[in-house]
């Protein structure tokens, strides 16, 4: 291939990823927009829906990977909303979205002792992030018992405003 061949198709290519960006950008879920449904298996075996969350409240989930060292460095924070919260209405669910197999998120969590629920269903899991246009981890999603997104990003978001 020739520079001049090489150079085209790379700027073809830059304009063409230019282009969709903004679209992109606009895609993503809002507050106030209907959370994906989705049904995922626990490291037990067990399946649970978004449905059957909700039905017990606000539903925070948490996108994360065994590798994030911030979703490492936030262990304690999950764990004390669930502890603090758990009884009143709120599920932490953490979705591992790495395609990690049951055995080395099954040590994970048992290693650094997380105490909120856990959803390992390997590549349901990565469609699951999908819907949910996640780019990284940690992100975070609440969900109301309707069903909609009172928060999506990349903060913990402080729950005493939805959960009393």
């Known amino acids: 291939m020739t520079f001049a061949r090489t150079l085209l198709t790379a700027i073809i290519f830059s304009t063409a990823c230019l282009s969709v960006y903004p679209v992109q950008a606009e895609t993503g879920y809002r507050v106030g ?12 075996g067990n399946k649970v829906s978004l449905e059957t969350l909700n039905k017990k409240g606000y539903v925070l989930l948490l996108f994360w990977a065994t590798e994030c060292v911030y979703c490492y460095s936030h262990i304690s924070d999950f764990n004390a909303l669930h502890d603090k919260y758990h009884n009143k209405g709120l599920t ?3 979705i591992n979205v790495a395609g990690e197999y049951d055995i080395e998120v099954s040590d994970y969590v048992k290693d650094n002792q997380l105490k909120y629920l856990v959803l390992s269903d390997r590549l349901n899991n990565i469609d699951v992030a999908n819907a949910y246009h996640v780019v990284g ?28």
Do not use: C, H, N
């Open 137 to 164: 981890t940690p992100t975070m999603a609440l969900i109301s018992p309707q069903g909609k997104v009172v928060y999506y990003g990349y903060d913990i978001p402080d729950v005493r405003q939805w959960v009393k």
């Open 33 to 44: 927009d209907t959370a994906p449904r989705f049904e995922l298996k626990t490291l037990t």
């Open 92 to 94: 932490v669910a953490a």
